[in-house]
């Protein structure tokens, strides 16, 4: 059954399902259109869509409340950590009531010998990073808005630091998570690893909450280096700036971050964040270690840059530069949107292997030009992935045409390349269309079989990843 | 449905479908007592469980023909890659046919720029090394024994290198399968990360072929590190080691291989492998990175280890001594059995959050000595994962019956300490009765749930994992 086939819940139920939860859970409840449409909003192109309620759980028993009154009722459930997904993940296409976990905030445990913490899964990592400062500790993940822990987790995010620190699918030892049928789930425990039966931390981690509601997350932790630096180096082409980041990797050189600017971005930068940058294509990096060990990455990414005709890079340990600069690169969504005066940036993600990373990249800057749009791209390179945010004036019919134009060749450019339609930012509804080339049927009907056996009534996120 | 109650296969149905095969794939099948024992075998205390036939599949299509053979039949089918696993894995407790995968072993591609390569999964891991090491890369996943890498990403293996490389989990990238419908899956992409629906790869790692036979692994490969060094360092104490190996993992040294090897451990490597190390806890250690990096991390951990009692450290960058002692420390399970005249090691693994370390093990020897038993202890100590090889006479009844009271313990204490009964053995048919324990009832629930949904016959490696 599509999901287009697939009406939105009867208005009679999803009313008895909204008092039964005001019974139980009182003001935890909200109806209000704004709070509404707040929690139906996306950044894609996918217009809001509002669910019919919005109650903020404060703790695993209220998840159960409202997983158990909607099963009753079959009525969709969607949670909600701070809504910075970017492909239509917690809108609600067919009603249903959205769980907000804000509330569940807590930090239940940190262990610093073991390097892991467990928490809520509202828990964003900003907040959980400046509480573990004091202790010397970090959480690597940073996908540039302050997410909820529990929001990456479903999207399996990742972010600038990936390329050191892997993905939220290496950093999440173990959760907990409310099944459909109101259980709660324990896929680990806090050893480092196990062999212990089937993956099922993997299994909920990307799955964007159509599987069930995580309400508790064991992260891995990482002590702060000793010792960090920060360099930016201009290049005289995207190809350059690719051919470097490939033969660093290759090196071995444990670089912590390597971003890629366009010119373009770096443009829009230099404008919003007050940088007095080259506008060329450019890398910006960080470096973890020793302080030895900064020094001597640092200098051989120097010499590898130099041989592809990059630099002088500028580097610098002092924090505060190092803090503007990537305030820079965080603000680049925002930078974006001050290329054209009342648009917006709609943000996409794709990902190859890092060989056909420049070829990607040049094609797809081409299309842009073609289609005469205006699309500065980031990187996090270092993956294969990159970010093309493309500034739209939403309410023109004929453009929004265009851009779901490019958007279907990026995708397409990246799958035809080995790669995905999205590294790092999820399926949700926007990217669902991809699915089938990506990997072939026999994975959706994998898909498909899974989701039904935990979710036989459809009612966990529904029309998200898979249609049913 | 408990496996106890699930009864071989008709003798009927299994001839008809050892004719079938016979017929279509002739003599790449073999039912030869002498093979079907050789494929039924197990380094447990689980008896030798023969299959009905064996076959030595050549291609994928040969596969699937067994797969859909077995499925009209209704006859389990086995996965088999090198036969080193340790739990009853490719045992047939409820007979079927054995697939043995050593022929398709097979490198189908090497991509250098993107440091991944794409296999059969017979390939094991030594020729795997042998093939690339001409390119500057290697695959660093080390189980100790030369198994083949679809048997290790079946079974989530890990060895010495997982400390900084990770498991299996991490290391492959996507995978083919053969499912009980005959369908080919296919389950992700060469880009390095994804974030496209369920991660359909770890799924398939780690379940020991019960939900499909796996036929194609794509891995991660890592270049050659510029320089390489290894220590040997003494300590006062299984704490004082264990306390060292905190303290290295805390401060960020990334150390490509931490082991200990308990006092009796030492003393049986000594004698097998001509060392001359001081019979006393002892942890063994690698360093990757480059020539001033590695001296660096050499130094700062003989400052630690210097701290907790340890040392002197003696470390070498020369290759045959090196291999003299990483062979030494494979070797470890061969200088147990020498440890008593006609008597062979067990193996088992459990692995603790590394905080409770220390604890473990030392609870471990007191149990050990207490039930008079000879059994050296080793571990990859930076994961918190640590080996008990048991040297047992597998025909004293009464000494089994110590053994087994033995193992249940260990896995017991691991799993009071917040660990898991096993880091990186898996579960096969030994570790099965620890899940429920483990993971609590509505994981073993969700377990079930996938496994019907994608094997509703349960053919796939049957009676492992989890009951039905």
Redesign the interface.
């Known amino acids: 059954m599509a999901i287009s086939a697939v009406k939105r819940t009867e208005p009679k139920a999803v009313e008895q399902a909204i008092r039964a939860l005001q019974a139980q859970l009182g003001n935890k409840v909200v109806t209000s259109d704004a709070v509404r449409a707040q929690h139906g909003h996306t950044t894609t192109w996918i217009p809001n869509q509002p669910p019919d309620a919005v109650v903020y759980a404060a703790n695993t028993k209220d998840v159960q409340t409202v997983v158990g009154i909607c099963a009753e009722a079959r009525v969709p459930v969607i949670p909600f950590g701070t809504g910075t997904s970017l492909e239509g993940h917690v809108n609600a296409p067919l009603g249903g009531i959205c769980i907000d976990l804000k509330d569940m905030n807590r930090i239940l445990a940190v262990?610093?010998?073991?390097?892991?913490c467990v928490i809520e899964p509202g828990v964003t990592r900003k907040f959980l990073n400046e509480s573990l400062r004091d202790q010397g500790m970090f959480f690597p993940l940073d996908p540039g808005a302050d997410a909820s822990l529990g929001g990456m987790a479903s999207?399996?995010?990742?972010g600038t630091n990936?390329v050191r620190y892997?993905?939220m699918?290496?950093n999440v030892l173990a959760l907990k998570a409310v099944?459909a049928n109101g259980?709660?789930?324990?896929?680990?425990?806090?050893?480092?690893?196990?062999?212990?039966?089937?993956?099922?931390t993997?299994?909920f981690?990307?799955?964007e909450g159509t599987?069930g509601v995580i309400t508790e997350l064991t992260l891995k932790l990482?002590?702060i280096?000793?010792a960090i630096s920060a360099a930016v180096c201009p290049f005289p082409s995207v190809e350059a700036a690719c051919n470097a980041t490939?033969m660093t990797?290759?090196?071995?050189i444990?670089v912590a971050r390597i971003e890629l600017l366009d010119a373009l971005q770096v443009k829009a930068s230099n404008a919003y964040s007050k940088l007095t940058l080259k506008e060329t294509p450019t890398l910006f990096l960080e470096f973890h270690?020793?302080a030895?060990?900064v020094k001597?990455q640092a200098e051989?990414f120097g010499e590898i840059a130099k041989e592809f005709g990059g630099g002088p890079s500028e580097w610098t340990t002092k924090p505060e530069e190092r803090t503007k600069l990537w305030q820079a690169r965080h603000d680049a969504y925002w930078a974006c949107s001050r290329l054209r005066e009342g648009a917006r940036p709609l943000a996409t993600d794709v990902?190859?292997?890092?060989?056909r990373l420049a070829e990607c990249v040049v094609e797809t800057q081409a299309d842009i030009a073609e289609m005469k749009l205006i699309a500065p791209i980031v990187g996090h390179v270092g993956?294969?992935?990159f970010h093309v945010s493309i500034i739209v004036d939403a309410e023109d019919k004929a453009e929004m045409e265009t851009v779901k134009k490019f958007l279907d060749r990026l995708a397409k450019r990246?799958?035809s390349m080995?790669?995905?339609?999205?590294?790092?930012?999820?399926?949700g509804q926007g990217?669902m269309k991809?699915?089938a080339t990506?990997?072939?049927e026999?994975?959706l009907?994998?898909?498909r079989?899974?989701?039904?056996?935990?979710d036989p009534d459809n009612l966990m996120n529904p029309g998200k990843?898979?249609a049913l």
């Not at 262990?111 to 892991?116: C, G, K, R, S, V």
């Open positions: 262990h610093p010998e073991d390097l892991d999207t399996r995010a990742s990936a892997g993905t699918k290496d099944l259980e709660i789930v324990t896929t680990g425990r806090r050893a480092k690893k196990s062999a212990a039966g089937y993956d099922l993997r299994l981690v990307g799955a599987l990482y002590g280096p000793e490939i990797i290759q090196t071995g444990p270690g020793s030895a060990g001597e051989s990902c190859v292997p890092i060989s993956d294969g992935n990246a799958l080995e790669g995905t339609c999205t590294g790092e930012h999820g399926v990217k991809y699915l990506e990997l072939g026999p994975a009907d994998v898909m079989s899974v989701k039904r056996a935990l990843i898979v």
